[in-house]
């Protein structure tokens, strides 16, 4: 079955600066590769994803790019906010029915102003 | 509102006192999971159903039971709770997890004495 690992299990950076997060998936058949935040307290929440047929994607100070041939896939922020703080997933899955999201370990993203 | 709403939020309950978490989800999605989060082990999946009455055991299904008779909710059952099931329980809907955006509770926190 399919297997993420994640890294860093916890990242700290000053306000302003770029964060990276790393993932790399077992399952060549995976296709789908999403991001969830996590803030203190509450429930797991998408913030991008990914399809196997883009190379990168982008929203305002979040980016994800994937490598498809290595099997492995980054979350990019950039200009770091406070608000920024929180746990970070990666997933990965086959786009069929019954299959599941297979999440990464999670990276505790701490940014200090 | 789109929500998945799990209850209850907290609970305390000794070992063997079978207990349930309900789970329910207003945005007509076929898809429902139960994962646990624990600390250094990220969300590991536990059950998930693709319809109705149609179930399947995830990665830890072990001690664990859930029934899915009506689209909306998706209970989590403990027939017998143990010390090792202490952990932050999310419920999650999705149209298809491998393809969409999985929307998750906010969660509900066991401990089992």
């Known amino acids: 079955g399919e297997n993420v690992e994640q890294h860093p299990s916890t990242l700290s950076v000053q306000e302003g600066d770029s964060a990276v997060i790393k993932c790399t998936y077992s399952?060549?058949?995976?296709?789908?590769f999403p991001w969830y935040k996590q803030e203190l307290g509450k429930g797991p929440q998408l913030i991008i994803d990914i399809r196997s047929n883009v190379g990168e994607k982008k929203d305002q100070r979040i980016a994800v790019t994937l490598n498809k041939t290595a099997k492995h896939f980054s979350l990019h922020i950039t200009e770091t906010q406070p608000e920024d703080s929180a746990v970070y997933f990666c997933a990965a899955s086959r786009s069929q029915a019954g299959t599941a999201l297979i999440f990464g370990k999670g990276t505790t993203l701490s940014v200090s102003s | 509102e789109a929500q998945v709403t799990q209850n209850p939020r907290y609970l305390i309950t000794v070992t063997g006192k079978k207990l349930t978490v309900t789970c329910s989800q207003n945005m007509n999605h076929e898809y429902m999971s139960w994962y646990r989060q624990d600390p250094g082990l990220g969300l590991r999946q536990i059950y998930y159903?693709?319809?109705?009455?149609?179930?399947d055991k995830g990665d830890v299904p072990e001690g664990y039971k859930v029934s899915r008779k009506e689209k909306r909710n998706f209970p989590l059952i403990l027939e017998s709770p143990s010390p090792n099931q202490t952990s932050l329980y999310f419920c999650?809907?999705?149209?298809?997890?491998?393809?969409?955006?999985?929307?998750f509770g906010q969660g509900t926190r066991l401990t089992v004495v």
């Open positions: 999650a809907s999705s149209w298809n997890f491998g393809h969409t955006e999985a929307f």
């Open positions: 399952d060549s058949a995976s296709n789908y």
């Open positions: 159903s693709m319809n109705v009455e149609v179930t």
